[in-house]
């Protein structure tokens, strides 16, 4: 997998991203998106999604801040994003810490076929059936591991699963790969997380291997995350969100093939 | 045209400017017109709209995550200021990229006497019926200029229109002028355009000559813009984002009157 | 009153600080209170509200983008908080600026047992029923004194009330505490009385005395405000703002105990 060379495919073709997504990431996210070279819109309303969906590269739907509205206007997104083939993504943020944050994502994945599922492990764990303590929107400790976690969504719902904490894995349901780019500096920073996954959905943009585009995502992701932490980490988090946004405008595709770590689990 | 004593009226004014906008631009917009020295305030309920048009010096209406019940509160707010003399503004964003949008702009400009429309050439282009590729919410191709997009936009509505991209114009439908100010870093950071829309506002809402309003906040902008490009345009989008809030907060009018690049167009 | 001890404590318990807050500062409220320590959950839908609330250390309701929805979310949260002893907190933000704003705010106040209510003095004078100016969201100029209002607010709703502006105050309607802590600079960034009233929640959830913690609260605030403004006061307030964020996670207990200053009103 030649992951270096996704990311100039991405600026080259500007994919347009569209995100419903929650209202404490929604700056961050269209920031983050814009400065790796993609183009985000937000639009929610369910007299437009559809015709939004169809027209993107991606559809990333992210129940952060979900109500009833909002949720219907992410089924008829992804329905026809799915018609369409456009891709799908699904960010269950809270997944487990509500009963209705549960029973919306468990809606979601039952009413559109999501390509990738991208949450931390308490998140994802929650929606398979896994006992696992969530706090709020943080994951909390478990006993089954990331990749293991990530295996087991991939074959459930056929699609590519992404579980990020401090390890990352990402899945397809046959193949695993444990990614170790990124920095504690991140967990600092809101919405890291969220833009991520909308990352992930420029990437399955322009490429149609979703688990190779989420492993470039993973990677050049962490790696500008590392590259923000080395300037900035000891002045603090304010900081580490800035440079990180100059960080992704700025990653080359030598720094990729050079700082990339992610391994093929046997 | 003196418009370097404009900034100083404004901020000796400290207008209110009542923003009805998107979720993705709400905190920037705020911070953006504090740093200028206008006083934001965003209120969206139906219920209390009317009230707080009327008692600001400027409305600003934006679509750009708009929904059916948020344009019924921006077309309350808008007659509320049309019978107080308030100038209202409409930012058309993602105008032709879906039938809704389209159409919810021009409902509001129907009910509502717009005094400034300001948009992307596509965005402007399609609602006046020009035929006009839009991506999203960014502007396209397009075969007509900017300053030609502004003179009808102006002359059809009756109102101030100004048209932002590679070149800036602002037409009250009689007199067009052509603005130079501005740095292509603005279009790696999202909001640029709906915090000018606001801007124009806080200039309108202390100058009565909404063309001479608008040229104003165009330049004043543009040379923030260019001021924090120097200092920071090889650094990446984050740092950027922050310098532009800094300069223009920092902005006096010497710069401006040395800086601003206008014509009149013959 | 040792408040320099309250910080390790919240750094160490980490508490869940439900937000149902306002767009234009939910970003900037979750980076805060994840920098100083805190966990940040926004929620609003009401079929989650109560068992988010029941499961937090704190909630907090600020009404500064208020509709009825999010106010009926607002109550039932409240509600559930009451039940479960999860300290409450009211950010009556434009109370007085609009009658639905004022309203809403004493219907909050009516069913719901607050524990903590932070405003400036323009937005505790109307809710009180004294008259004062108030300009959208600004605080404008009033007769009576913010320490004379915390104490009267503290006694009408019988909780813990928090006056904010060019001097601060707290009161528990017995006794009262001048802070002078804090920097002017705040005032030009957008959200610095919201995150601060979400900053008094998350030091209410590790001390069961909401005077102190609201003490300690609009101490630590305050230096931290006034060691961003040593270090970017003169730069402009886009950089305050990051640096604010960067002061919150570094802020020690050894600056606390050097730098605060409070006394308590004879």
């Known amino acids: 997998m030649i992951i270096s060379e996704k990311l100039e495919r991405l600026r080259e073709m500007k994919p347009l991203v569209h995100n419903i997504t929650n209202v404490v990431v ?6 983050g998106l814009l400065a790796l070279g993609a183009s985000p819109v937000m639009a929610y309303a369910k007299e437009e999604v559809e015709e939004m969906a169809s027209i993107s ?6 129940i952060g801040t979900l109500n009833k509205e909002v949720i219907e206007s992410m089924i008829l997104a992804g329905k026809a994003a799915n ?7 699904l960010d269950p943020v809270g997944a ?3 009963r209705f944050r549960t029973d919306m994502a468990n809606k979601i994945l039952e009413e559109v076929q999501i390509d990738v599922i991208r949450g931390n492990a308490a998140e994802i764990a929650n929606l398979l059936g896994i006992d696992w303590q969530i706090k709020g929107v943080d994951a909390g400790d478990g006993k089954v591991d990331a990749a293991e976690i990530a295996l087991q969504a991939a074959q459930k719902w ?13 899945s397809d349901g046959k193949d695993t790969y444990l990614i170790q780019n990124g920095h504690p500096m991140m967990t600092q920073v809101t919405g890291t997380g969220c833009l991520l ?23 050049s992701y ?37 700082k990339a770590i992610f391994t093929k689990q046997q």
Request: net charge negative; proline share 2%.
């Open 26 to 31: 929604t700056n961050f996210t269209a920031n």
């Open 57 to 62: 590269g991606a559809v990333v739907l992210n």
């Open 83 to 89: 018609q369409k083939g456009v891709p799908v993504l």
């Open 96 to 98: 487990g810490a509500t």
């Open 158 to 170: 056929n699609c590519a699963a992404v579980v990020t904490g401090k390890n990352d894995a990402a």
């Open 197 to 219: 996954t909308s990352v992930i959905g420029a990437y399955c943009a322009v490429d149609s291997n979703h688990l190779e585009a989420a492993v470039a995502a993973l990677t």
């Open 222 to 258: 962490g790696i500008a995350a590392e590259l923000a932490a080395e300037k900035t980490g000891e002045v603090g988090p304010g900081s580490f969100q800035i440079q990180f946004l100059n960080e992704l405008a700025n990653l080359t595709s030598e720094e990729i093939a050079q």
